[in-house]
């Protein structure tokens, strides 16, 4: 029973706090909104006389008339009463639109380059000189003969023999006869383009050159060519000189033509 007055009493003090409160805010608005509003600039000024506001007079010119506002006086009125008019001091004309000249300001429609003081000399930027062409890699002078045949691109079979010739070419354009153990029947030549160098293949030992003996003459080239015969040595020699190139004679083609 004691807790329950304990709340009931609680309850009734806050409600008369929140009670009188509201009724403070209350009063406070009513007395706010009862004030009058204050006087404003434009009413007092229309309350004025306007014809008071347009007569002036000037301290100490008691024998002058008095000034009226409503009047337009002119430069010589002005300066007869002691007044005098400022001339206008601006060089730009009235009404001027855009950007005002200048003395340093080109000319429009002027095309060309702007004179100056100093003349400026434009020299060309130096290029590096052009790189030269990469040079080929220098190949050895090399015969290889290989014991079986021909593939299409490589020979098969083991190696018998690797002949390398030592630079330079031209040491050797008396030339040289190389044996092999066993017959051949690949083999790849290789060597410089400018190294002019040749290969004569025979069947018999000791580069016997006769009708039955002789097989070919291979070519040295700067890549791997299979080259396919069967030959037991080979005369080999660089610095060839590859014969001119001449027209045929024209007393072979003179039966031919003429017994047609």
């Known amino acids: 029973m004691q807790s329950r007055a304990i709340i009931i009493t609680s309850i009734f003090l806050i409600s008369a706090i929140i009670i009188f409160s509201l009724t403070t805010l209350f009063h406070t608005n009513a007395l706010?909104?009862?004030?009058?509003?204050?006087?404003?600039?434009?009413?007092?000024?229309?309350?004025?006389?306007?014809?008071?506001?347009?007569?002036?007079?000037?301290?100490?010119?008691?024998?002058?008339?008095?000034?009226?506002?409503?009047?337009?006086l002119n430069d010589t009125q002005l300066q007869s009463q002691g007044y005098t008019v400022p001339d206008a001091t601006s060089s730009i004309d009235a009404g001027l639109i855009g950007a005002t000249p200048t003395g340093s300001q080109v000319d429009e429609g002027y095309i060309g380059p702007i004179e100056t003081s100093a003349s400026i000399v434009l020299r060309p930027t130096p290029q590096p000189p052009p790189l030269p062409p990469?040079?080929?890699?220098?190949?050895?002078?090399?015969?290889?003969?290989?014991?079986?045949?021909?593939?299409p691109k490589h020979c098969r079979g083991t190696v018998i023999s690797t002949i390398e010739l030592p630079p330079p070419a031209s040491s050797h354009r008396e030339g040289a006869c190389f044996d092999l153990p066993v017959m051949a029947r690949c083999g790849i030549f290789i060597a410089n383009k400018d190294d002019n160098c040749e290969a004569q293949l025979f069947n018999?030992?000791?580069?016997?050159?006769?009708?039955?003996?002789?097989?070919?003459?291979v070519v040295f080239m700067p890549e791997e060519r299979v080259v396919g015969a069967y030959w037991k040595s080979m005369w080999l020699r660089c610095g060839v000189e590859?014969?001119?190139?001449?027209?045929?004679?024209?007393?072979?083609?003179?039966?031919l033509l003429g017994g047609g």
Request: proline fraction near 13%; aromatic fraction near 4%.
């Open 242 to 255: 590859a014969p001119d190139a001449s027209l045929l004679d024209p007393g072979i083609l003179k039966g």
């Open 134 to 151: 990469p040079q080929a890699p220098t190949l050895p002078i090399m015969a290889a003969s290989y014991t079986g045949s021909g593939g």
């Open 204 to 217: 018999a030992e000791g580069c016997l050159n006769t009708s039955t003996t002789f097989l070919n003459t």
């Open 32 to 72: 706010t909104l009862r004030q009058p509003p204050a006087p404003s600039l434009t009413s007092n000024l229309e309350d004025l006389d306007l014809s008071q506001k347009d007569t002036l007079k000037v301290p100490g010119r008691e024998d002058e008339p008095p000034y009226n506002s409503t009047e337009n």
